[in-house]
């Protein structure tokens, strides 16, 4: 979020709590750090959300498309040359700490911004498939194959499609079918290998069976729609 967001968000945070506004505080505004990061592409003047996310997530700039992976990819989209590009997120560098992690967004989970934090791709559209790159894993399959992905703690967001199969009708609506072309069920697989891994965990997707869900006794909670 740049200063003009910030500045806007925060006058009308602090109007509709009957004050003129700027002398309001955002959230992480009172946080004890909090730093400025430039979030160009490399090889674009106006950037994308991918590449932005690799910015601030991994610490790196990024060429536009790309998510997870630095400069020496030799373009979006190009499967081979991502071998080698990978960069890690502050998502593993907090796993390493021992600290727990997650994402929240009003997205798809594996949409450009959040992929950035636990994908390594070279294209954000790779969500379910990678348009015939066999050498490379689509976004979702990373997520629940991969570190730090599987270790994230909470994971909050929609898009149940690029977990399903194409085979499928969503869970909500039937009538809209999965996006895996593998048969891969990977909300399945998640939930066997935390069972096999004794771990406690919380899988949702509406709000009554969220509303249930109790921290302290689920160490995993992922919730799509």
Same mark, same amino acid.
């Given at each position: 979020m740049?200063?003009?967001?910030?500045?806007t968000?925060?006058?009308l945070?602090g109007?509709?709590?009957?004050s003129?506004g700027?002398?309001?505080?955002?959230?992480w505004?009172?946080?004890?750090?909090?730093?400025?990061?430039k @979030?160009?592409n490399? +090889?674009y003047? #106006?950037? =994308?959300?991918?590449g932005? &996310?690799?910015?601030?997530l991994?610490? *790196?700039?990024a060429?536009q498309? @790309?998510?997870?992976? +630095?400069?020496? #990819?030799? =373009?979006r989209?190009?499967? &081979?040359?991502?071998?080698?590009?990978? *960069?890690?997120s502050?998502?593993?560098?907090?796993?390493?700490?021992?600290?727990?992690t997650?994402?929240?967004?009003t997205?798809?989970?594996?949409?450009?911004?959040?992929?950035?934090?636990?994908?390594?791709?070279?294209?954000?559209?790779?969500?379910?498939?990678?348009?015939?790159n066999?050498d490379?894993?689509?976004i979702a399959?990373?997520?629940?194959d991969?570190i730090?992905?599987?270790?994230?703690?909470?994971i909050?967001?929609?898009?149940?499609r690029?977990?399903?199969p194409?085979?499928?009708?969503?869970?909500?609506?039937?009538?809209?079918?999965?996006?895996r072309l593998d048969?891969?069920n990977?909300?399945?697989?998640?939930?066997q290998?935390?069972?096999?891994?004794?771990?406690?965990?919380k899988?949702?997707?509406?709000v009554?069976?969220?509303e249930?869900?109790?921290p302290?006794?689920n160490?995993?909670?992922?919730?799509?729609?």
């Amino acid at each position: 979020m740049g200063l003009p967001s910030q500045f806007t968000g925060r006058v009308l945070k602090g109007q509709r709590n009957n004050s003129s506004g700027e002398e309001e505080f955002l959230e992480w505004e009172k946080w004890q750090h909090s730093a400025l990061a430039k @979030t160009y592409n490399t +090889d674009y003047q #106006v950037a =994308d959300s991918a590449g932005t &996310a690799t910015a601030y997530l991994c610490g *790196v700039k990024a060429k536009q498309g @790309t998510a997870g992976l +630095d400069d020496t #990819v030799d =373009d979006r989209g190009h499967c &081979a040359s991502s071998k080698g590009a990978e *960069v890690t997120s502050i998502a593993e560098w907090a796993i390493n700490a021992g600290k727990s992690t997650g994402l929240v967004t009003t997205s798809r989970v594996t949409h450009a911004s959040p992929s950035a934090l636990y994908a390594n791709t070279a294209e954000r559209n790779w969500e379910a498939e990678t348009g015939g790159n066999d050498d490379c894993k689509d976004i979702a399959s990373q997520m629940v194959d991969d570190i730090p992905g599987k270790f994230l703690n909470v994971i909050l967001g929609g898009g149940r499609r690029s977990f399903v199969p194409s085979t499928e009708g969503d869970v909500e609506n039937p009538a809209d079918l999965g996006r895996r072309l593998d048969g891969r069920n990977l909300i399945e697989e998640w939930q066997q290998e935390k069972n096999s891994s004794g771990v406690k965990y919380k899988y949702v997707w509406n709000v009554a069976d969220f509303e249930e869900v109790d921290p302290e006794k689920n160490r995993l909670f992922v919730r799509t729609f």
